[in-house]
C-alpha cells in the first residue's frame, strides 16, 4: 500500500497545532473559539483556522514518525514518501495547479508566486467534533392573562 501523506497531514492536525512538510512548508491551526451572531441567532462551536506558512521548512521529524509507525517503514524510506510528495505538489503548483488535500483543502500559488491555503474543513477542532452550526431564537415568555 502507498503511504497516503495527505491523510498523515490531516490525521496529524487533528492532534498538533503545526504540520512541517520538509522542503515545502508547514500547516499550522488556529484555535477560533465558539461564536455567537446574535443578528442571525446563529451559534458556531469551536473549531480551527488551517493555514500555510512557506517559511517554515525545516524536518522537525513529526510526518516521518507518523508514516514510519503506520506503515512501517524504515526513516530512508519515510524521508524518500515526503520528498516523492512534495517534488509533486512542487510541480503540479509550478503548473499553476492547486494540490486538492481530501477533507482539508487546497494549496495553491497566486499571482505573485506565493504559496496559499484554502480550507474547506468546516470545523477541525476534535473538542468540537460532530457539533453543528445551530440557529438560536431567543425564547419569549408567555404573559399571563
Known amino acids: 500500500m502507498k503511504p497516503d501523506v495527505a491523510a498523515a497531514i490531516r490525521d496529524l492536525l487533528f492532534e498538533h497545532d503545526e504540520v512541517v512538510i ?30 500555510f506558512n512557506a517559511s517554515l521548512t525545516i524536518d522537525d521529524g513529526r510526518l516521518a514518525a507518523w508514516l514510519i509507525e503506520r506503515y512501517g517503514l524504515s526513516a530512508n524510506e519515510a ?17 499553476k495547479e492547486s494540490w486538492e488535500l481530501p477533507h482539508l483543502g487546497k494549496l495553491y500559488r ?36
Open 22 to 51: 520538509p522542503g515545502l512548508g508547514a500547516f499550522e491551526a488556529t484555535y477560533l473559539p465558539a461564536t455567537v451572531d446574535h443578528v442571525q441567532g446563529h451559534l458556531m462551536p469551536p473549531s480551527r483556522k488551517i493555514s
Open 79 to 95: 524521508q524518500e514518501v515526503i520528498q516523492q510528495y512534495v517534488q509533486e505538489v512542487k510541480d503540479q503548483l509550478a503548473r
Open 110 to 145: 497566486d499571482y505573485e508566486g506565493n504559496y496559499r491555503f484554502e480550507q474547506r474543513a468546516t470545523k477541525f477542532q476534535v473538542a468540537s467534533f460532530g457539533l453543528p452550526e445551530f440557529d438560536a431564537r431567543p425564547v419569549v415568555a408567555a404573559t399571563p392573562e
